[in-house]
């Protein structure tokens, strides 16, 4: 398995269910290497079954937060257009901190820190040979490459890399919500506040322990970017206001005290992806289907991860089968997803923010 995020420790966490060994491959140091990022939306029929898949759907319930399932949305003057709310059962999409599930999926797994795979060569013997960063190389019967959108394993598989979709999104954050800036936690509520202008928006999201994370989404050509140097914290601040100019001060002020930034030029593969089956080596999760982020590509990632291992766990002496098999659901399933967050890409940063709230109004019907 190469890559320990979702995908991987999904894969990894359910093999190791049912008594069989698997390998972690994972290029950062450690887990707390860097940030883990924002918080996740697992949903019923996806996420959650792959939890339960790995035996840890209860802990999941435990940790999980499914008031964070709240959203607000605003005009750009700061009017409320709707102010959704779960009931008290409404689990189908409960929120969990990246970091907390990274805790959770790795418990006893066996992953091997700081081993970055820079080539994958199938047709070697049975199976396919690693060659890693460091220049060391190794055999394995099966490489699953779970390395997110930038992987080192498609190129076994398939040319194609990532496309720019024309949206970036700029992240910062903002700690201890509650107490240092209570008017902003009033506006994010219990879940998610989101702010649709013409080809703009705002979304701040609430994530565990009084943490936000806010992302402003515009439409721009890759190159053009808010400031020259993302890592000059206050010209980076400058250029996002300038961005938004004109909007209501309690959204501006959600950037404005914004700590640090992070630019994500939202990259995806093609609506479709697919390759001819090589034995020996696949892809999962955003290494096999990135697209842009609407809530499933985590879902995604695990459920196949979970039906990957089940189906190898299962498997009497066909491996090739298996996972030729597997790819062909993988395939279908994700085909869906990726041409419905495309679709939803278009309609959340359009020229008409009325697109926006039409789309929450199908998904999200009061
Ligand atoms: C802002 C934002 C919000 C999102 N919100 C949601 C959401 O609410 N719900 C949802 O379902 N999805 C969401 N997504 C999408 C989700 O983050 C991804 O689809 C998901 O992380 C994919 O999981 P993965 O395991 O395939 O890849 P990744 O999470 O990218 O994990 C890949 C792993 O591989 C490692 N790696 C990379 N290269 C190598 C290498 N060469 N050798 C070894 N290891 C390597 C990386 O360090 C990493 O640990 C969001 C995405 C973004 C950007």
Redesign the pocket.
Known sequence: M???????LTFARVLHRYGHPVTV????PAPDARPP??????HEGL?QLALDKAGLLGRFEELSRPEGQAMRILDTAGNVLRDWRPGPDDRANPEIDRGQLRDLLLGPLDVRWG????QVLPGTGDGALVRF?DGRQEAFDLVVG???????VRPALSPVRPHYTGVT?V?TSLDDVDTRHPDLARLIGDGSVAVYGANRAVVAQRNSGGHVKV?AKFRAPLDRHPSPDPADTDAERAGLLSLFDGWAEPVLELLRRGTAFVR?P?HVLPVSHTWSHVPGVTL????AH??P?L???????MLEGAELAEAVAADSGDLDGVVRAFEERMWARAGGWSRMTTAGLERLVSPDPADALALFDELQPS
């Open positions: 190469v890559g320990g995020g979702p995908a991987g491959l994972e290029r950062d990022g924002g918080t996740l939306d697992l996420g081993r970055g795979v820079a960063e779970a390395d997110g959108a930038w992987s080192r999104l992240e992302y994500r939202l999962l999760g955003d290494a990135l697209m982020p809530g499933a590509g985590a879902n995604l990632a």
